[in-house]
């Protein structure tokens, strides 16, 4: 009922940074928390940022203080600021939201971020 896609993927060095975005439509009322998980190869699907629909954060130890999650509920779009990259980052970024009163989380299909070794 609730279509994810994701855009902004692409290669980066080390230290460098781009910005990942996730334009939601289809059934959107009533969305609350918007986010982002990644997974790399050989690795499990792991929770990097989310934002509640009042504006608050989380992050994964490994991305705080690199890593910006922000929302504009105008566009239906999360977005992942990624700064000071590192080689453990590369992984299929992937982008979900849930809903109030509800256990169903919906997804994207993912972008892929690389990075130069």
């Known amino acids: 009922q609730v279509q994810l896609v994701e855009s902004g993927g692409g290669l980066v060095q080390p230290g460098g940074s781009l910005r990942l975005s996730c334009a939601a439509s289809?059934?959107?009322?009533?969305?609350?928390?918007m986010g982002w998980y990644r997974q790399a190869p050989g690795k499990q699907r792991e929770l990097v940022a989310v934002?509640?629909?009042?504006?608050?954060?989380n992050y994964a130890d490994s991305v705080k203080g690199r890593f910006t999650i922000s929302r504009d509920d105008t566009k239906n779009t999360v977005y992942l600021q990624i700064n000071s990259l590192k080689p453990e980052d590369p992984a299929v970024y992937y982008c979900?939201?849930?809903?109030?009163?509800?256990?169903?989380?919906?997804w994207g299909s993912g972008t892929l971020v690389t990075v130069s070794s």
């Open positions: 934002i509640t629909g009042g504006g608050s954060t």
């Open positions: 979900y939201a849930d809903k109030r009163f509800s256990t169903v989380a919906y």
């Open positions: 289809g059934s959107i009322f009533s969305i609350n928390a």
